[in-house]
């Protein structure tokens, strides 16, 4: 028999249907996809309205299936969990296993049937999502159980997510900012990782070197940005607003293991990367830019002079594709070479 506690605790229906995982992540991936979109329309100056629009709602109906296929999968421990009991819609009774594995197949269908009308590479960037996800939740690979299988399939999860606005618009890999969209991606990563594991100091001590080596290649990744991309007044911003924002976390003690916690973070860091760039549409900003750049333009050569060659040969070889079409070509001529290969 239900006390009246247990009464008071039960989340109501509308309670459930506007707060859950679907819902409470649609505004983060709004956020995240329209990166993309934002850089592409300072680099290009222009952009096609409904070609948005479809593919943001594709975009959102095909990823919002996978939260609830992780729900399904962690079922049986979210009922431990008495926040989560509190507003997922599996474990609060509201939608049964079967109801949340019919909803996960329709939005699935019905975000990956509208992309083919973008283009096949945003198609195949939706799919190679989804299928990431599905790595990361299920029951048979559960990458989500360690640290750094989950730094690396999350990675390159928001890499993808972050860089979706940008090729649904163009396939251009000559000015796509790669180093930038990786720099997004581990930083959130890293984030996430913090908040699903719990921060503490044992956590950074038995995993030492996926920390360090995802520090480092943040750091190099920012500082390439920062060189080779015209987005230098966004990004000094940003390096500045992180290192306050770490040290305002940190004196006030912000940072907990509660999604109402996470979400301060998310829609507060987010949105203010957008505003960041799309800022420089305005001729004043942009000219400012433009300056900033000029001025960081004059130390680029010694820091590329600074840094190991083989490296930038590396870095290099990836402006011989311009277009996906290009890269596309490489594999298909690397898999002919490899088919003749004696076995």
Same mark, same amino acid.
Do not use: H
């Given at each position: 028999m239900n006390t009246e506690s247990d009464m008071e605790s039960k989340p109501s229906r509308w309670k459930c249907l506007a707060y859950n995982s679907v819902t409470v992540n649609l505004p983060k991936n709004?956020?995240?996809?329209?990166?993309?979109?934002?850089?592409?329309w300072v680099t290009f100056g222009v952009f096609n309205p409904l070609i948005f629009i479809i593919s943001i709602s594709s975009f959102l109906l095909a990823y919002?299936?996978?939260?609830?296929?992780?729900?399904?999968?962690?079922?049986?421990?979210?009922?431990?969990? +008495?926040? &989560?009991?509190?507003?997922?819609?599996?474990?609060?009774?509201?939608?049964?296993?079967?109801?949340?594995?019919?909803?996960?197949?329709?939005?699935?269908?019905?975000?990956t049937g509208i992309s083919v009308f973008v283009s096949k590479w945003f198609t195949l960037i939706l799919l190679g999502m989804v299928f990431l996800n599905f790595l990361h939740s299920s029951n048979v690979t559960r990458l989500k159980k360690s640290i750094p299988k989950t730094s690396v399939n999350m990675t390159l999860i928001?890499? +993808?997510?972050?860089?979706?606005?940008?090729?649904?618009?163009?396939?251009?890999?000559?000015?796509?900012?790669?180093?930038?969209?990786?720099?997004?991606?581990?930083?959130?990563?890293?984030?996430?990782i913090f908040y699903k594991f719990k921060f503490t100091r044992e956590l950074l001590t038995s995993n030492k070197i996926v920390f360090v080596t995802t520090t480092l290649l943040f750091l190099f990744s920012y500082g390439i940005s920062f060189f080779i991309y015209s987005f230098s007044l966004p990004l000094l911003f940003l390096g500045l607003f992180v290192a306050v924002t770490v040290v305002f976390l940190k004196?006030?003690?912000?940072?907990?293991?509660?999604?109402? &916690?996470?979400?301060?973070?998310?829609?507060?860091?987010?949105?203010?990367?957008?505003i960041s760039f799309l800022l420089l549409i305005h001729p004043s900003v942009a000219e400012l830019n433009q300056n900033m750049t000029?001025?960081?333009?004059?130390?680029?050569?010694?820091?590329?002079?600074?840094?190991?060659?083989?490296?930038?040969?590396?870095i290099g070889k990836m402006d011989k594709y311009k277009q996906l079409e290009d890269l596309e070509a490489g594999i298909r001529n690397m898999s002919k070479n490899l088919s003749f290969l004696p076995s």
């Open positions: 709004v956020i995240q996809f329209s990166l993309g979109f934002v850089l592409y919002s299936s996978v939260y609830l296929f992780n729900d399904i999968m962690d079922f049986e421990d979210d009922k431990e969990d +008495l926040e &989560k009991s509190k507003w997922k819609l599996l474990v609060s009774g509201r939608l049964s296993i079967r109801g949340a594995m019919s909803l996960y197949i329709l939005l699935l269908l019905l975000g928001e890499f +993808l997510k972050y860089s979706a606005g940008w090729f649904a618009f163009t396939s251009d890999l000559s000015k796509f900012p790669f180093w930038l969209m990786l720099c997004f991606s581990i930083a959130y990563t890293v984030v996430y004196y006030f003690k912000i940072v907990g293991y509660k999604m109402k &916690k996470l979400f301060v973070i998310e829609y507060i860091v987010l949105p203010i990367i957008i000029k001025s960081v333009g004059q130390y680029k050569d010694a820091a590329v002079d600074a840094m190991p060659s083989g490296l930038m040969t590396e």
